[in-house]
């Protein structure tokens, strides 16, 4: 959430410059966008950040493993919706072609940049939390035993 936050900061304050201190039709578009899908980022990463201070950090195995497949499970969607984005975005600049040129080209060309950003970051903390999993998750429960006469745990020296 750190990353988005920041992110949505910079691209903000970007946009606002450049909604300021251009005439460009397709620039003061691109700088618009990017301002309002930010804000939206934005109003999301900072709830999510506190949440997550919050949260509760000591978790029975079960409910750990569970929060692991929840995680993964929704950056694996959200990679999806960037993909959604990032097809919207193309959607918009081949209509700017023939409608609304600076709005859709603009719109278009904002809409791929934020799409591919989440989609990195989005790719990236699946791919964290994915080897976190195999590393230290699975890696635990290789060791555990459970047979007839109760549950076990093997360590090798």
Same mark, same amino acid.
């Given at each position: #959430? ?17 909604? &300021?201190?251009?005439? $460009? ?7 618009? #966008? ?5 804000? /939206? ?26 929060? +692991? +497949? ?12 960037? !993909?959604?984005? /990032?097809?919207?975005?193309?959607? !918009? ?8 040129? $600076?709005?859709? &080209?603009?719109?278009? +060309?904002?809409? #791929? ?5 989440? &989609? !990195?970051?989005?790719?990236? !903390?699946?791919? @964290?939390? @994915? ?13 555990? /035993? /459970?047979?007839?006469?109760? @549950? ?6």
């Amino acid at each position: #959430m750190v990353t988005l936050g920041t992110w949505s900061i910079a691209n903000i304050a970007w946009g606002t410059t450049g909604v &300021l201190s251009t005439n $460009d039709g397709v620039a003061k578009e691109f700088h618009t #966008m990017n301002i309002l899908w930010n804000s /939206i980022n934005l109003a999301i990463a900072v709830p999510a950040y506190f949440g997550a201070k919050k949260g509760k950090y000591e978790l029975p195995f079960r409910q750990t493993y569970k929060e +692991q +497949q929840k995680a993964e499970k929704s950056f694996l969607i959200n990679s999806g919706l960037d !993909l959604v984005y /990032i097809t919207g975005g193309l959607y !918009l600049t081949e209509r700017s072609k023939t409608i609304n040129h $600076d709005r859709n &080209l603009g719109f278009g +060309q904002s809409l #791929m940049l934020q799409g591919g950003f989440l &989609l !990195l970051l989005d790719a990236t !903390l699946y791919t @964290v939390n @994915v080897r976190h999993a195999n590393k230290k998750l699975n890696g635990f429960l290789d060791k555990v /035993i /459970i047979g007839s006469n109760g @549950v076990g745990y093997i360590h090798r020296f």
